[in-house]
């Protein structure tokens, strides 16, 4: 059974550029979140998605979007990039609440 | 709001030995599910062990077990026979049964002396 599979698992992008990371949750997962790692703030959710709407958000400017599609799979969407978003981008899908998440290797994004 | 505090930023134990991660949760729901999630370098997140709020009886998995005290809203990790494999971040998470969002907490760095 395939785990969840984030793609690219690195990122180097210039300050002012766009980023788009995926998301392909474990099948039969219709929940995927998104979480910002960073050594200073530990993680923190972006937002969930579950069946192609937002059902929860965190705390983070508008210039950070998501979506997702009919087939569960998810993007992520940073649009002008600031230093501050270098980070670890984990992706995490879930069955139900009770079954925790089950986690990508994530995306190491780099601003420079 | 929830919150998860895990007061023990570094740990070191000797392989072979016991050590005990400590995690404290505040919440005002009174149904809820505790995790203990492990990222190894590979960065990979792992759940390594779950426990359901209404259920007295603390989980075990192999050499991971829990002290779950849910007066206190304490949730420890006991590893048991440490390996150097268990060298990892350990992250405590909260998640109420009513929401769809996990709390963390800001981890414990565990490594494993040989």
């Known amino acids: 059974k395939a785990g969840v599979t984030q793609t690219p698992r690195y990122l180097i992008k210039t300050r002012g550029q766009q980023v788009t990371l995926s998301c392909s949750p474990i099948?039969?997962?219709?929940?995927v979140s998104w979480y910002q790692q960073t050594p200073g703030q530990g993680l923190q959710f972006l937002f969930e998605?579950?069946?192609?709407?937002?059902?929860n958000k965190g705390n983070f400017p508008g210039r950070f979007s998501g979506r997702q599609f009919s087939n569960s799979r998810s993007e992520m969407n940073v649009s002008t990039l600031e230093l501050g978003d270098s980070a670890l981008y984990l992706c995490a899908s879930s069955f139900a609440a009770n079954y925790g998440y089950t986690f990508g290797s994530g995306t190491r994004l780099t601003v420079v | 709001a929830q919150t998860v505090t895990q007061s023990q930023p570094e740990m070191s134990v000797q392989e072979a030995e016991t050590v005990t991660l400590s995690c404290t949760y505040d919440t005002s729901e009174s149904n809820y599910y505790l995790f203990w999630y492990k990222q190894p370098p590979s960065r990979q997140m792992i759940l390594v062990i779950r426990?359901?709020?209404?259920?007295?009886q603390n989980a075990t998995e192999n050499r991971f077990s829990v002290n779950f005290q849910k007066a206190a809203k304490s949730f420890s990790l006991k590893i048991s026979d440490s390996q150097l494999g268990d060298t990892a971040m350990y992250f405590c998470a909260f998640r109420a049964s009513t929401g769809n969002q996990f709390y963390f907490g800001t981890g414990t760095s565990l490594t494993v002396i040989p």
């Open positions: 998605y579950f069946s192609e709407t937002q059902r």
């Open positions: 426990q359901e709020a209404y259920k007295q």
């Open positions: 099948s039969g997962h219709r929940s």
